[in-house]
């Protein structure tokens, strides 16, 4: 199956520290979508796109969809211990026919330092 | 609250057995997904179901069964088939009419004994 490269792969910063981690593919897709997840729970969603070039934040959170459609980037502002986690971009691509099916990165793991 | 649950948190299989995992959501959604997270790896598509009464294979289907009789449930059964089926599983739905952004439960870790 498909996969999006993320990177990196994780990250280890001092509270208080700005991070960035992004995707790219050799697809183009028309949605981004960004997740976070803590050990032993699910994926939460944090951000979506929907066009290209778009630039959406959310608290300290900003994401943008590449204007290629093949990249997506999400910055962390003045991170803060509960930030850590894995980070999961997903992209919406099409999967062995013609329905849209959501192809996930393969994360980045952020560890925050207090 | 509308969400999804899965059941149960932690499920252990002995070799031979099948196991169904529990999947529902009260959000309306139409589709429903299966997924498999393996330590240090991104989510594998297992199956997917965009109607009632209807589902197709993922990426990684051998070895698991699903069913979707009613818009609620999508459960998941691991079958003997399936070697190596320790893993964490992830449901996730989405309503396609609004964009495919998919909200996923809170998982379940299978282990083998």
């Known amino acids: 199956g498909q996969q999006l490269n993320q990177s990196p792969q994780s990250m280890f910063i001092q509270e208080g520290e700005d991070v960035s981690m992004n995707c790219t593919s050799s697809?183009?897709?028309?949605?981004w979508l960004w997740y976070k997840q803590d050990p032993g729970e699910g994926p939460v969603l944090l951000i979506a796109?929907?066009?290209?070039?778009e630039l959406t934040s959310n608290g300290r959170l900003t994401a943008q969809f590449g204007i290629t459609r093949k990249d997506s980037f999400l910055n962390i502002s003045a991170s803060i211990p509960s930030d850590v986690g894995i980070y999961f971009c997903?992209?919406?691509?099409?999967?062995?026919?013609?329905?849209?099916?959501?192809?996930f990165g393969t994360g980045t793991l952020l560890a925050v330092q207090p | 609250d509308g969400g999804i649950t899965q059941s149960p948190k932690y499920l252990f299989r002995k070799e031979g057995q099948n196991v169904t995992l529990s999947c529902e959501q009260n959000l309306n959604h139409d589709a429903m997904y299966w997924y498999r997270q393996d330590p240090g790896q991104g989510l594998r598509l297992i199956y997917y179901?965009?109607?009632?009464?209807?589902?197709q294979k993922g990426d990684i289907a051998e070895g698991y069964s699903v069913s979707r009789e009613k818009k609620e449930s999508f459960p998941l059964t691991v079958t003997s088939a399936q070697k190596n089926p320790t893993a964490f599983y992830l449901c996730a739905s989405s309503n396609p009419q609004r964009g495919e952004t998919q909200y996923f439960g809170p998982g379940t870790r299978l282990l083998v004994l």
């Open positions: 179901s965009q109607i009632v009464n209807d589902f």
């Open positions: 796109l929907y066009k290209a070039g």
């Open positions: 697809s183009i897709f028309n949605t």
């Open positions: 997903a992209g919406l691509g099409h999967y062995g026919g013609a329905t849209n099916k959501l192809i």
